[in-house]
Structures are given as C-alpha cells and as structure tokens.
C-alpha cells in the first residue's frame, strides 16, 4: 500500500458505521448483497478466466493422475521392497490415501453454500473490504500462469473469505490445503471437500509414501492449472494474531515444479487478512493459558450459532503484488542439476533450499506490510500499560501519539478523517463492549471474560484472560515497532551517559536472537534493520548520537519508554522460563534431568503464577504458553538447552553455562524479581543457577 492513507476524504454514509462503500483502495463486496437476492446471485452465470495450457480435469481424473504417475509408482515399489509387504495392500494404501485427501469440488455444491455463506458474512460483518486492484491482478495472472494464494491465517474464516471474494469476483475457486481435522465433521467436512478442500495430516514424519502422494496431488494441479492452489505459508493458524515463522513443506512441494523446469513461472500471491474483531478471541485467550481448544465438530459449529447475532466490524483483504518465482530465482539457482536425476524424486539444492526460505520470509513480511492497523490495536496497546483504567479523554491522547508514530512507520491505520477521534474510540470501544464498558465517569474497565467451554477458572487465570485478550489485539501493531523498541530498550536500561553504537548494535542482536520466534526478521537483515531503526530513532523520536556515542540522558523519553514497555512482558517471560529451567534437578551422572518440552512450558507458567500470586511480579503476559514456547525455541537456537528424542518424544535440558549467561543478560535489560538460588560446580566454573521451586 503505497502512500499509506489516513482516509481522510472518506464521507460518512451510515450514522452507525464508521467509513463507506468506498474506502481509499478498498471496495466492499458486501454493500450489493445485502439490496439483491442471495439466491439469484449465488446462481448466475459466471465467467472465469482459466489458465491457458489448462486440460479440464474432474476430481476423479485428477486422483488417477497421482495414482499412476512415476512418483508414486516409484514410491510403492520402494515401500514394497522395504516393508516386505505385497503390492496389492501398498496399492490398497495408496487408494485410501488418495481417496482421504483429495478434493471433490463441485460448482452446484458451492453455489448452494455461497447462498448460506453470504447470509453469515452479512450477519457477521458490517463490510468486507477487499483492494479491487488485486483482484483484477489476480485475474489477468490466472490466465497466463499458475498461481498460489498465499493469505495470513489468524481465523477459521479466513479461508472461507478468500474462496467468497474469488467466488463473488468471478474467479475461479481456489482448491485449499487444509487440517485433517476438519474432514471428520460431519457434513461440513464433506461439504468443504466439495467446496475445493483438500486435506492434509499435520504431520507426515517419514512416511514416503504419504509423501510421495501428496507432492504429485500438489503439484499436478499447479503444472496442469487446474485451480489456484491456496494454502498457509505459516503453517497453521495463530492463536497471538501475530505472524509465525514460515514453513516450507508446502512450499517446498509447491515450487519444485519450476526448480525442475516443468514449469516457466509460478505467480505467487500474498493476501493479507485484517480482522477488526476476530470470532476466537475468547477461546485464543484461554488457549494461550494452556486451555484445550474444543474438538472441531458439527455440534461444537452449531451450538456457536448465537456469534450470528454479534457485531465483528470490517474486514480487510489486501491482495498484493503477485511474486514470479522466474524473476525472484533469477541468478540464485541453477535448474540444469536436475537434468539428469529422474523428474519424480524429490531433491532441491542446497541453493533453492535457502531460496525457499528468504522467499517464504519475504511473503511473511508483505503480508505484515499491507495489514490494516484498527483504531482497538491502538487502544489495546494503550489500555495492556494502564490495567488500573484509564479515562476516554486520556486514552484519546495517547492513542492519538501511538496513531501518529505508526503513521510515521508506515502502518496503514483504518481512521477516518471525517470523524472525532472520540467518536473513533467510542466506536472501538462499542465493538468490544462485551469485553470493556464505559463507566460514568468516563473510566474505562476491563469485563470479565469467562472460559467458553470451562468452568471453575480461578481469579488469576481469569484476569489473564482479560489481559489475553488485550494482547491478542496489541500484538497487531507489534511488528511496526519490534526493531525501533530493540533498540530504545537498550538505551532505557543503559546506566552509564553514553552508549557506543557498536555495543548497542551487539545487544541489539542478541534481542533479535531472543525475539526471532516472537516475530519476524528478514534473514540478513539485522544491520539494516538496526540501521533503519536507529535512523528513525534519531530522526522522529528524539534520540541523540554525538561522535558515535549515543547520549543516554538526552536520549530517554516517552518514545523510549514507551516502545520499550511493549516488550518487555517477552523478556520477562523468557527470563522465568531460563530461570525455570535452572532449576531443573540434577540425575545420578550429576546432569539435568532432560523433560518434554510442554512440561517445561508448564513448570515456567507455574513459576511465572507464583511470581504473580506473591506480587513479585505484575505482568499477566508471562503465562502465556505460546511466548514460553517461542522463548524455549529461542534458547535452543542459541545453544542454551539441548534437545534429544526418547521414544520418538523431543526432550530439552539445559545448557547451564550458557543459559545462565543468557539470564544474566536479560537483567540487564529490565527488573527481575528475586528468586532463591544456589551454586553449584559445573566442569570447574561456578554457575548460580535457581534453587528447587
């Protein structure tokens, strides 16, 4: 979104609504649905572009396809000759894994589900935007070449918006990769089937011929153009509303076609989905707190039926500039190594391997840049810094400051221009009323938010439901200030005047080190981005550098501040989860015990509740099993736990010296409660490590 708007010609069309129709790039698909008959429009005639070499192929014909070709030919034949087993029960195994994944898309029974799709969509939402440009971007691609869908993933509706919009711009309907577990809901794991799902098992481990048969289902459909191939680039939905690190299976599966010069070109298009309000975010919040999520069912969709009569605001769908896969590889591989190796196996240089993951970053970060930024992020941010409650006219100001310096960042902020930023908030705070109210006195306080499915929560875990909540919404604007606040944090915690900037540099690595599961950083990046940051630091937010010094005094303000309370709940967490660590008990060959990496989680949590409990600590965010996780995953990259497998189990312990040093770095950085401790002897260097909780 070039040229970031503040929407400030936007002219108000409904008194309850706060923007129109049309909204700087952004059209809604749902203003015509709601003033013609549903059925006539989910029936009409449709004319949908079709990629140009396209054989038409029906369902059937495409799981013949995949039965007969070489890969999975090959694939028998190997499993054959490793298990011992005859040909006709791999043949049999192979047909159930055909017949369990593939899709069976029909156009009758999409038009039947779109008429009672649109009727949720209204129900549900005021509008849904979508950047009309895109589409027709995606319109003239599809013609010319395969193309991948590539969207965010921060809600079940997420893949039912992307197949509405295709469906209502007359494009044709995207055949999706999803979860096994949808399949087993009855009715609707049939009808998405029909709808143009495929489904997948989460995990395929070694199994080669699970392997074999889902490459070949993938990619025929991407080297014939049979659909647009959709699927989540992150791997699975985020219960933060933050984005996850890529995974590159699918990926991997998806462009092997072009490294292998099947292809010419794979178009690639990230889709950005921004939720004023997301349905989940009751069931996120608990399930953060280690909450089991419901089953997916049938009964557990229907019973949710009462969501029909909330309020979930707007939607925005940004589809962005389509990535050619020709251009993006152009001098970074060489597909000529695969000349002589049979088109069937699967094998990717060592090249294309890291192509793969710049590109699957790279997607990540456009679909973080064309995310819209909701007037609730801001006020969630403000409102996690002021849980004791804040008056309407001070939350103005400050989320008026935040507004400005996202602004300035380049977030694309949904504000109306026409509108009091009072009556923006008001707005705001009215969408989440069943979550903050108003008193009389113009105090806002945050509402009670009860397990949707559980009962008995005790008063802790209730309040850090609420405070969940707050974050799901907070962590929205997170990634517009993630490298500006790794650096103010380092000059807010500096005691001496000055900092050098090569110091300054070396903690800012280790903060991206320690953040890099938390949030997305471009791979090569960190010396650009730290330079970038610094700049703005400098330029906008009143930092001053003199003879390469940064002069700390001068420097520490309300942006410093600020930014730097934004994060610091993570390294809190990720020092609790360290010092839990520590204190892990020592085995008979005078080692740490190794445990599952969820009961490390939990021990943290535990640590981090008692902290909470005995007010050595106040923030609630550290209970977060999802930040304990990434904290976890951090410390194995820097060498600080080990990991080995018992049982086909992964089992971490620690790396007590590194570890320690590791903690000791983050005090640093912010206060720390006191916990007892110990010294113990490890290899002839004394490490203080936390006594047995």
Not at 128 to 136: A, D, L, M, S
Not at 207 to 236: K, M, R, S
């Amino acid at each position: 979104m070039s040229g970031q708007s503040r929407n400030s010609w936007i002219k108000k069309d409904d008194p309850k609504l706060v923007s129109g129709k049309q909204k700087d790039i952004f059209e809604d698909i749902l203003e015509d649905r709601r003033h013609s008959s549903d059925a006539k429009w989910a029936w009409h005639a449709r004319d949908v572009p079709l990629y140009k070499y396209s054989k038409a192929r029906s369902p059937e014909e495409i799981k013949k396809h995949v039965i007969q070709s070489d890969r999975v030919k090959y694939a028998i034949e190997q499993v054959c000759e490793e298990s011992g087993l005859p040909l006709e029960e791999i043949h049999k195994q192979t047909m159930e894994i055909v017949n369990e994944m593939a899709h069976n898309l029909s156009i009758n029974a999409i038009r039947g589900f779109a008429v009672f799709l649109v009727k949720v969509m209204k129900a549900l939402f005021r509008r849904i935007y979508v950047n009309e440009e895109g589409i027709q971007k995606v319109r003239s691609t599809i013609k010319e070449y395969p193309v991948l869908i590539m969207p965010t993933h921060r809600s079940y509706f997420d893949f039912l918006l992307v197949s509405f919009v295709f469906f209502a711009y007359e494009l044709p309907l995207p055949v999706i990769a999803a979860a096994m577990d949808f399949s087993s809901m009855k009715f609707f794991g049939w009808l998405l089937r029909n709808c143009g799902a495929f489904y997948i098992r989460r995990s395929f481990g070694d199994d080669q011929l699970y392997w074999a048969v889902f490459t070949e289902y993938v990619q025929t459909q991407i080297c014939n153009g049979d659909h647009p191939v959709e699927f989540y680039v992150e791997g699975t939905r985020s219960r933060t509303l933050k984005s996850y690190s890529p995974k590159f299976g699918m990926l991997s599966a998806s462009l092997e076609p072009y490294f292998k010069a099947h292809i010419p070109d794979i178009m690639v298009f990230p889709v950005s989905i921004s939720y004023d309000k997301v349905l989940e975010e009751t069931l996120y919040a608990y399930e953060l707190l280690g909450v089991p999520k419901p089953k997916e069912s049938t009964g557990a969709l229907l019973k949710a039926r009462n969501i029909l009569n909330e309020d979930f605001g707007n939607v925005h769908m940004y589809f962005g500039e389509p990535i050619s896969i020709r251009q993006y590889t152009t001098g970074k591989i060489d597909r000529s190594v695969h000349s002589l190796a049979p088109r069937y196996i699967a094998s990717l240089s060592k090249e294309e391997t890291e192509l793969l993951k710049t590109l699957g970053y790279d997607v990540v970060m456009k679909h973080l840049k064309h995310m819209v930024i909701s007037p609730w992020s801001l006020i969630a941010s403000v409102l996690v810094q002021n849980k004791e409650g804040i008056t309407v006219k001070q939350l103005t100001r400050e989320v008026e400051w935040i507004k400005r310096q996202a602004f300035n960042l380049g977030a694309y902020i949904d504000w109306p221009g026409n509108e009091t930023a009072d009556d923006i908030i008001r707005s705001a705070l009215f969408l989440h009323k069943n979550f903050v109210e108003v008193t009389a006195e113009d105090v806002i306080q945050l509402v009670s938010v009860a397990a949707p499915h559980q009962k008995g929560q005790d008063e802790l875990m209730q309040s850090a439901a609420q405070h969940m909540v707050l974050t799901l919404y907070r962590n929205q604007l997170m990634h517009v200030f993630v490298r500006i606040a790794m650096v103010t944090i380092s000059i807010n915690a500096c005691p001496s005047d000055t900092l050098d900037i090569d110091e300054l540099f070396t903690k800012y690595f280790f903060l991206e080190q320690l953040l890099n599961r938390d949030f997305i950083f471009r791979p090569g990046s960190t010396k650009q981005d730290f330079e970038n940051a610094l700049l703005t630091l400098t330029h906008n937010c009143g930092v001053v550098i003199e003879d390469n010094q940064v002069q700390i005094k001068k420097s520490q303000n309300k942006y410093t501040t600020f930014f730097s309370q934004m994060f610091e709940p993570f390294l809190l967490g990720y020092w609790i989860l360290g010092r839990c660590i520590l204190s892990t008990q020592i085995d008979v060959h005078n080692k740490p015990i190794a445990k599952q990496i969820k009961t490390i989680s939990r021990e943290a949590q535990s640590l981090g509740a008692r902290l909470l409990r005995e007010r050595c600590i106040r923030n609630l965010e550290v209970l977060s099993l999802d930040l304990l996780g990434n904290g976890l995953h951090a410390l194995l990259h820097m060498g600080a736990v080990k990991k080995e497998r018992r049982d086909g189990q992964p089992y971490m312990y620690p790396n007590t010296i590194v570890l320690t040093n590791i903690c000791s770095q983050i005090e640093t950085f912010i206060e720390v409660p006191r916990i007892p401790t110990t010294s113990i002897n490890v290899e002839s260097k004394t490490v203080v490590i936390t006594a047995k909780l």
